[in-house]
């Protein structure tokens, strides 16, 4: 049994966990939510000794124990599979297993590779994965790679004495349904080894896994659910305090598009290394989505209209123009803005401050012979400051240290003040909270009402549905079949799927 | 995802096709660079800067760099032949007591590079380059720029000596690569080197002391260098400041020539062995075909260039700093 009493964490003055006690039975799985800021990561950090409390005990059967560095934690039995994946790339699967527990392996200096790897198969039987444990750990597709990860923990197991604890943070987000299920069994299969702690954003996961379910909201244990006895209905308004309305995908906003003006057309358009045929036109004010399994090819769509992949065939209208030059800097100039979902890594430059942030693609505009016109470029910032309601102290907050939901509204900005009519948004609410996703859907709603064509992958198929004028769900990278979204007249879940897969 | 992975295992084979090419293109030009004497002439020039080149492997498998070299060669150069002479100028004698010595010369220079990166977190880059000057400066201060004569017949032998046509200075070498090996595929040490430079944060979230592998990288470094001083010491028969030159370019050229990647994790000291034959090759075998040294320099730094880029499959890299 793993018990923490109440738990006290403040950073620089911020109170972030304000007293949480929390409890797991052996075998048993806990759902963890809460928004973003709520302190989930927090509570974790602390359970797998990367963070030390300030106030509070942790107890693992009774016995209170302090965890300094994730290894004292892992001596414990407390373990932690990481939502960024942790096993190094270039290393074989059984090196990444007992990293840093090389010791009993090795005899006279030398590692002994046979006996690893014999090891190494006994954790990989436990997670049911049949693979030579001398494989490099890059050839692994992401779910394999979870499953390591799930063996590399469940090897402290020979380490410790008594039942494990294992914290997953998001599993699930990089894998696709079948995988999913695949871990969920495996997960399930293993709760007389060991109890889990499993993080998510996506509730009905945690519905569907959880025994019971402890809801984080401002740094305090709100409830903790039964699970069977709980819907998400319920979750979400204990998480945000209130009740979501049906008006959550902000529904009574969406208009009809204008059906004169195509905005953009994909002709018979074949993208790099798929052999596919893509034909789709955007319409002022319209929001197409596009719906498909991981991989199913959504992403490179969105690359070749933004010029960073070269079609191998078909010809692209931008306005009825048809594009021969395919780079970023064409497409942005010719109106197209694209809000991937790396934010970190494409769509902010983080050690930039806001203003910098938002003119960057549009700098010519505020430059007179290349010297930039500083005080115009504050002006629009503090515009559009107020337009989103970003939350920032002033337009010279560094980028990078705003929430998720600022941050997508700083790159939303970037494009909307350029003047850019074509909008590719790429999974715009992965991470947000339940309250930013709020606002991004609104704003979505508003570019939509000024004529704005968005071509959306969403995060969730019911945020596609909801948001969408029209939706073509995509397989192995061609359109397979097309939705009308109107009001009212929205197509099921059921009636995607059965479609993608 | 077939045809990746059939591009992977060709670009792990090209250092070597290169080697085989540049082999069968220099015979080609002048039959006589296929004979046992140009071979044992490869084999000689190639020893010292194998050492320093291996001993620069674990430094960038790791993701750092070292380019101390130059400095700590010669100053382990210069004290072990001053230390040899002392001794009696024989390893016969006492004398033997210098290559020890050398090798702890280049260990301590290798932990001081370490512990300035790690300790006072100044970039590897900076750091080893720094130091490298400093070990010039400090070889100087020794010998007042004077040259140090060895003439122990026995230490020579590495040189004199033949064995099936090669001097004897090639057999330790290729000891020393065997000991480098071992080290580098079967000790924990040298497994981790790898994890580090494969994704150092993740190293060190498993519970690897990081800081602690760097300086034990560089320690083992200046153990190399100081094994490259030795042999080029007993090629000249000469210690000075000037023993430590051209080792710098030299080891990382054969290093990125030879496979081994800039951003850690990927390659070893076999790569370093086809890369420092790759560039041994050509430097003889410009010399054999006539033309004058001074193209090499160009050569080689153009065949870095095509390396690097050879190495890794640009299109995945967004972006390059």
């Given amino acids: 049994m793993f018990e923490l009493q109440n738990i006290e964490k403040r950073y620089t003055g911020v109170h972030v966990l304000k007293g949480v006690d929390f409890r797991i039975d052996d075998g048993e799985i806990i759902g963890l939510v809460g928004e973003n800021g709520a302190g989930k990561s927090t509570l974790m950090k602390i359970i797998y000794g990367a963070v030390q409390q300030d106030g509070g005990t942790i107890l693992v059967d009774g016995q209170a124990v302090t965890f300094r560095t994730p290894r004292d934690a892992m001596k414990m039995g407390v373990g932690m599979v990481y939502q960024e994946q942790s096993l190094i790339p270039n290393l074989t699967v059984m090196e990444n297993i007992f990293l840093g527990f090389e010791r009993p392996f090795v005899r006279f200096g030398a590692i002994r590779w046979k006996k690893m790897a014999k090891a190494a198969r006994v954790q990989l039987a436990k997670v049911g994965l049949d693979i030579d444990p001398a494989t490099i750990t890059s050839r692994l597709t992401f779910a394999q790679r979870q499953l390591v990860e799930l063996a590399k923990v469940l090897a402290l197991e020979e380490r410790v004495e008594g039942k494990l604890v ?42 569907a896994l959880s025994d019971r379910i402890y809801v984080l909201k401002d740094g305090a244990v709100v409830d903790v659910m039964i699970a069977k006895d709980a819907s998400i209905a319920t979750i979400q308004k204990e998480m945000v305090g209130r009740d979501i309305s049906t008006e959550y995908y902000r529904e009574d906003r969406q208009f009809p598009y204008d059906e004169e003006k195509v905005l953009l057309e994909l002709d018979h358009v074949g993208i790099v290394g798929r052999g596919n045929d893509v034909s789709l036109k955007l319409h002022a004010g319209e929001v197409l989505a596009l719906v498909g399994v991981e991989g199913s090819g959504r992403e490179p769509i969105l690359r070749t209209i933004f010029g960073m992949l070269r079609p191998e065939k078909g010809t692209l209208r931008i306005r009825g123009k048809p594009v021969n030059r395919f780079s970023p800097s064409h497409s942005v100039a010719h109106g197209i803005g694209y809000i991937p979902r790396e934010r970190k890594i494409e769509g902010i430059a983080s050690g930039m401050n806001v203003f910098e942030n938002m003119t960057l693609s549009q700098m010519k505009n505020y430059t007179k012979g290349g010297v930039l016109n500083i005080a115009a470029e504050r002006k629009l910032a503090r515009e559009w400051i107020g337009k989103l309601s970003i939350k920032v102290p002033s337009e010279y907050a560094d980028c990078g240290n705003l929430s998720g939901g600022n941050q997508q509204k700083v790159v939303l900005a970037k494009w909307r003040s350029g003047g850019s009519d074509i909008i590719l948004l790429d999974h715009p609410t992965r991470g947000l909270d339940i309250g930013a996703k709020e606002d991004v859907y609104a704003m979505i709603r508003d570019m939509s009402a000024d004529g704005v064509g968005i071509i959306l992958i969403a995060d969730t198929l019911e945020e596609a549905i909801g948001l969408s004028h029209t939706i073509a769900v995509i397989k192995d990278g061609d359109i397979k079949q097309w939705f009308n979204c109107q009001p009212g007249a929205k197509p099921s879940l059921y009636d995607l799927i059965q479609h993608m897969v | 995802m077939n045809r990746f992975l059939a591009m992977e295992t060709l670009r792990k084979w090209v250092p070597l096709l290169v080697l085989a090419g540049l082999c069968l293109f220099f015979t080609a030009m002048n039959p006589h660079f296929l004979t046992p004497r140009n071979f044992a002439r490869i084999a000689i020039s190639s020893s010292p800067v194998l050492m320093v080149a291996i001993g620069v492997t674990f430094v960038i498998l790791m993701g750092s760099i070292d380019l101390s070299m130059e400095g700590t060669v010669a100053v382990c150069a210069v004290l072990f032949a001053l230390t040899l002479n002392a001794l009696g100028g024989s390893i016969a004698g006492w004398g033997w007591v210098a290559i020890p010595v050398a090798l702890f010369v280049g260990a301590v220079m290798g932990a001081v590079n370490g512990l300035v990166h790690v300790r006072l977190r100044i970039p590897s880059f900076m750091a080893s380059l720094s130091l490298g000057f400093v070990g010039i400066g400090l070889s100087l201060l020794i010998t007042g720029g004077d040259r140090i004569l060895i003439d122990d017949p026995l230490f020579r032998s590495l040189l004199t000596v033949r064995v099936g046509g090669f001097p004897l200075m090639m057999y330790a070498a290729l000891a020393c690569l065997l000991v480098a090996w071992f ?113 090499q320099d160009g050569v080689l730094g153009l065949l870095v260039i095509t390396a690097v880029w050879l190495s890794t499959d640009r299109r995945s890299l967004s972006f390059v700093k």
């Fill in chain 1, 166 to 207: 294992i914290l997953l943070d998001e599993p699930t987000s990089v894998l696709s349904r079948d995988e999913i299920e695949l871990l969920f069994s495996v997960v399930r299969a293993l709760r007389r080894r060991a109890s889990f702690i499993f993080v998510s954003h996506r509730l009905d996961e945690i519905l």
């Fill in chain 2, 183 to 295: 080290i580098q595929d079967h000790t924990t040490t040298g497994r981790n080197f790898y994890a580090v430079g494969g994704g150092e944060d993740l190293a060190r979230a498993s519970g690897l002391n990081v800081g602690r592998l760097r300086i034990i990288g560089f320690v083992l470094a200046g153990m190399f260098y100081a094994l490259g001083a030795i042999f080029a010491v007993a090629r000249l028969g000469i210690a000075e400041t000037e023993t430590g030159r051209n080792f710098m370019f030299m080891s990382i050229t054969s290093v990125v020539v030879g496979g081994t990647a800039l951003r850690g994790g990927e390659g070893g000291v076999w790569n370093t062995l086809i890369g420092v034959l790759i560039v041994n090759v050509i430097g003889n075998g410009m010399v054999v075909i006539g033309l004058a040294d001074y193209f």
